[in-house]
C-alpha cells in the first residue's frame, strides 16, 4: 500500500510539473526539459558505466540551434533523423537479441541522439507547426501515459502471453493490446478537447506512440537489464529514476515529430 502511495503522490508531482511548465512559458518547458536531459545522461551513462562528461554541453547547443535561435530547419531535421535512426538501431538491436554493449565512442554517439537528440525533438515539438502551441506536446503526454497505465492495468489482470520474455518478462502481448486499444481511444477524443488534428491524425499519432513508446521501454528494460538493476535511478520514489519514467517519451518523441510533418505535408 506504502508503494501504491508513493508512486501515485510522486506521479502527481512528475506530471503536475511537466504540464505546468507547457503552459506557463515555453523557455520553462525548454529549462525543465534541459534539466531532465542532465539526469538521462547520468542515469544512462551509469548503466554503461561510462560517465562522459562532454555530452553534457551539447544539450545546450543543440537546443539553441534547433529550438531557440529561432530554430533552423535542417538542423532540426539532422536532430531528428539522426534521433530516428539511433532509436532504430536500437530496437534493431533489441529485435535480433544482440547484446547492448558498445564502445565508449559508440556510448557518446548513442547518448548524444538517444537522449540528447530526441529531447531536443521533444523541445522543437510545440513548435512544428509555426508557433508554440502547448497542446501538441499534451496531447503526446496523454497518450504516452494512457498507453503506459493500460498496459499495466491490463496485463497485470489478464496478461498471460510474454511481450518479450527475454528482456522483460512481467510486459504481455495482452498488455500491450490493451495499452494500443485505449491509445486509440484517447486518440479519437483528443480532438474534442486539443483540436489542433484532425481525429484520425490524433489516432494515427496515438498508433506511433504507442508502438514506439513500448519498444522504447523494452530497449531501456535490455539496458537495465544487462547492468543488472532494477531501477535506473532512485530520483522518483516508487518510480525508480527520472530514465524509468521519460523511456517511452523519448524513444517515441523523433517518430511523432516525423509523423506529424508527413501529416501536416499530406493534408
Known sequence: MKEIWNRTF????????????LFIDQYIFYTLVSIACYILIYE??????SLQLRLFTLFPIFLYFGVVSPPHEVFVWILVISALLTNLLLGIELITKKELSFPNFMVFVISAFYIVGSLNVLAALPSILGAYEPKIVLGFLLIVWTSDSFAYFVGKGLGKTP???????KKTIEGFVGGLIASLVIGWFLYDFLAVFSQIEWMLIALVTCVTGTLGDLVQSKYKRAAGVKDSGTWMPGHGGLFDRMDSIIFAAPFVFFTIKIIKYVS
Not at 163 to 169: D, E, G, H, I
Open 10 to 21: 510522486t506521479g502527481i508531482i512528475y506530471v503536475s510539473i511537466l504540464i505546468s511548465s
Open 44 to 49: 544512462f551513462q551509469k548503466l554503461q558505466e
Open 163 to 169: 511481450l518479450f520474455k527475454s528482456v522483460s518478462p
